[in-house]
């Protein structure tokens, strides 16, 4: 299921995911499973020309931005053609409060943690931690939560959804739970070694994704009083700002959230909610 790993830095969250990609790409065929990586730290760069990549990792933003545009397009293909068997793909965004501060790229893992697993697609969101109102509308898209040691007990419940569990209290260093509905399971976290990597199968070059130029170019600022085309009526909202709160529910975004996180006045929170 699509999956959250978070954690302090020292928790293990970043071995944790390649630990996890390292099992997948040794249990599947390249034919089988393929993964897309956004990796603004350059942690997985171990994983370099791995045959199960089904595109370069992501490290700068526009990288960031063509991978995760193609794979809603790719999402858009399987739905067209009703296509709910073939080659799954995982796609990990690590270091999301980076990845996807920008909204539009936000909008797009909703997306894919929205509609992804019918048709054979798996989001994993890798993030120190997680404060009530950032990546807004993105957690409840995940149900399976692997927890490392967090700040404290408030964070490890709002991560978690399980108020006593106190993360905080965890050692660090791959000591986990792992968290599916209200079933919490402690674990300490499988470290891929050097060799494991190194057996991995490889290729002499990933093949570069095919993006359409105007997909990854940045969309227009939302400027309610600039000048627009004659005929298009004026936009009072952001609809990629509307979809936030859609995907989060009209009232669970609080005006110091819209402000902190979204840049929104008073006014603008409430006309976006509404």
């Known amino acids: 299921p699509h999956s959250l790993v978070a954690g302090t830095p020292g928790a293990g969250k970043s071995t944790a995911i390649l630990s996890i990609l390292a099992a997948l790409f040794s249990t599947y065929r390249p034919a ?44 858009a293909r399987r739905k067209e053609a009703n296509e709910k068997a073939g080659r799954w793909l995982f796609v990990v965004v690590d270091e999301a409060k980076r990845a996807l501060g920008d909204l539009a790229n936000l909008a797009l893992v909703q997306a894919l943690a929205a509609e992804g697993r019918k048709y054979r ?34 964070i490890s419940a709002h991560l978690s959804g399980l108020p006593g569990l106190e993360a905080h209290r965890l050692t660090g260093k791959g000591d986990f739970w792992h968290v599916t509905g209200a079933k919490a399971e402690r674990l ?16 002499v070059e990933v093949p570069a994704l095919e993006v359409d ?25 952001d609809p990629r700002i509307v979809a936030s709160y859609l995907h989060a529910g ?21 006309l976006h909610r509404d």
């Open 121 to 154: 697609l798996s989001v994993v969101v890798g993030c120190q931690e997680l404060k009530e109102g950032e990546l807004p509308g993105l957690l409840g898209l995940l149900p399976a939560r692997w927890i490392g040691q967090v700040v404290n007990a408030r």
């Open 188 to 203: 300490q976290v499988a470290q891929a070694t050097p060799a494991d990597l190194a057996r991995l199968p490889r290729v």
């Open 32 to 75: 089988e499973l393929g993964a897309l990586v956004v990796d603004p730290h350059r942690d997985y760069t171990d994983l370099g020309n791995a045959a199960h990549l089904a595109g370069p990792l992501a490290h700068e933003p526009d990288e960031i931005r063509a991978a995760l545009a193609w794979a809603a397009r790719e999402l």
């Open 250 to 270: 009209p009232d669970a975004i609080s005006r110091n959230a819209a402000r902190d996180q979204m840049g929104l006045t008073r006014g603008q929170h409430e």
């Open 213 to 237: 130029p105007l997909d990854d170019a940045p969309p227009p600022a939302f400027d309610p009083e600039g000048q627009r085309p004659p005929g298009r009526p004026p936009l009072e909202v």
